[in-house]
């Protein structure tokens, strides 16, 4: 059964939720502070959060933040207003998907799920033979460190490899060049974050169709690079 945490001040919001996915066999727990939320969240594994962006205690972007520091677990972020969806774009906390109220609950249940199917499929049971992500044509394979597109085997270098891997575990958040130059590179100097361009640039011709229009690594101007699923 699926554990799914709802981070919501508003109570008949949040029971109205719980309703809905517990009628489609989900377990649910209702957190109404967002530092509460934030706590819970750490402390448990959850399959997936909905997150309410105006909250007591602590907002629904810091608590986004400090939640993808430490974990993968998809995020779904909730607001009132279609404003505050383009700043958490903008801001690439690492949400993974957004809707604005007023929704309807059957909507809600429906992205829970698509986002659960989609994330499964990409992490994999958590079985230790399962090493190799698979998207569309692009198949990496941890264990062996090896890339292929449409089983054809593309020569990768540690720093590509590493890079792609990452963006590819992480799908659909957007990161900036500072942040995939820190995190590949290890370096926590601000460096020259044009390698990261250069390295985009050599693995988009390695498995791209069309490099003028990728399919999977997208450029989000202005900000850094968000690998499609
Ligand atoms: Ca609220």
């Not at 008949?12 to 502070?33: C, G, H, P, R």
């Not at 909905?50 to 933040?65: A, N, Q, R, S, T």
Request: glycine share 6%; with cysteine; proline share 3%.
């Amino acid at each position: 059964m699926s554990r799914i945490l709802i981070v919501e001040d508003e109570e008949a919001i949040a029971d109205l939720e719980k309703d809905y996915l517990e009628l489609s066999d989900f377990e649910v727990t209702i957190e109404n502070k967002g530092d509460d939320g934030l706590q819970t969240a750490l402390e448990n594994e959850f399959d997936l959060i909905i997150l309410d962006l105006m909250l007591p205690g602590m907002d629904g972007f810091e608590v986004c933040k400090h939640i993808r520091e430490k974990k993968n677990v998809p995020i779904l972020m909730v607001s009132a207003k279609k404003d505050d969806i383009d700043k958490i774009r903008g801001l690439g906390l690492g949400a993974d998907d957004y809707i604005t109220k007023p929704f309807s609950p059957s909507e809600l249940v429906a992205r829970v799920k698509a986002h659960l199917a989609r994330y499964s499929r990409l992490v994999g049971s958590g079985s230790e033979s399962n090493d190799v992500v698979e998207i569309r044509g692009l198949k990496i394979d941890k264990t062996a460190r090896r890339v292929y597109v449409d089983d054809i085997e593309k020569n990768f270098t540690t720093k590509e490899f590493d890079l792609l891997t990452f963006l590819a575990e992480n799908p659909n958040h957007v990161f900036t060049k500072e942040e995939l130059f820190r995190k590949i590179w290890n370096m926590d100097s601000i460096g020259d974050i044009a390698t990261v361009t250069v390295h985009i640039k050599k693995i988009r011709e390695k498995i791209e169709y069309d490099t003028s229009n990728p399919q999977y690594i997208e450029t989000i101007w202005g900000v850094g690079y968000r690998f499609k699923v």
